[in-house]
T-cell receptor, first 114, second 114 residues
């Protein structure tokens, strides 16, 4: 079983739709959960970060973590064509003090059509 | 220059060539990373440097040789590569000791091995 599973899509939605992106994981030691956004020909950039279980909202974006189900989600409300990108989930098992690895999903390619 | 820069952006090389990828971070960070991004696969961590010391070599073949002369610069020396090494090579940096390890990525070098 892969450590992090993410449906690669592609996912195509009309402008204004609510988008749901998801990852599942197997390592119960993961406690930091991140969503990165990667535009074409660019490197990934951190979009949202969550520690342990719960929800976090930032504008049109909401990140949810359910550690009991080992399941994380990113919701995008009122999606815009500028949201078209690849979304990568990433997670890690330890915090600051020493370097640690991020384990990434494969990424989901999202296209928002005007 | 701001953030993390990488040169060259594109590289085509034969299997017998020797080339180097360069990464520079302008963020004052003390940790730097090389990742490999292949189609339909998660980001693969290759090497980690912390305060110029290599702290992670993720079972990378010896045809990839990293060099970190200081905390701002990172190189990846390439020799006798294989066609399956064709991928996007991403450099990232982060601040050791932060509460969570946000990694800042460069735009990547698109490598094609003929």
């Amino acid at each position: 079983q892969k450590e992090v599973e993410q449906d690669p899509g592609p996912l195509s939605v009309p402008e204004g739709a609510i988008v749901s992106l998801n990852c599942t994981y197997s390592n119960s030691a993961f406690q930091y959960f991140m969503w990165y956004r990667q535009y074409s020909r660019k490197g990934p950039e951190l979009l949202m970060y969550t520690y342990s279980s719960g929800n976090k909202e930032d504008g049109r974006f909401t990140a949810q973590v359910d550690k009991s189900s080992k399941y994380i989600s990113l919701f995008i409300r009122d999606s815009q064509p500028s949201d078209s990108a690849t979304y990568l989930c990433a997670m890690s098992a330890s915090s600051g003090g020493s370097n640690y690895k991020l384990t990434f999903g494969k990424g989901t390619l999202l296209t928002v059509n005007p | 220059e701001t953030g993390v820069t990488q040169t060259p952006r594109h590289l085509v090389m034969g299997m017998t060539n020797k080339k180097s990828l360069k990464c520079e971070q302008h963020l004052g960070h003390n940790a730097m990373y090389w990742y490999k991004q292949s189609a339909k696969k998660p980001l693969e961590l290759m090497f980690v440097y912390n305060f110029k010391e290599q702290t992670e070599n993720n079972s990378v073949p010896s045809r990839f040789s990293p060099e970190c002369p200081n905390s701002s610069h990172l190189f990846l020396h390439l020799h006798t590569l294989q066609p399956e090494d064709s991928a996007l090579y991403l450099c990232a940096s982060s601040q050791e000791g932060s509460s969570y390890n946000e990694q800042f990525f460069g735009p990547g070098t698109r490598l094609t091995v003929l």
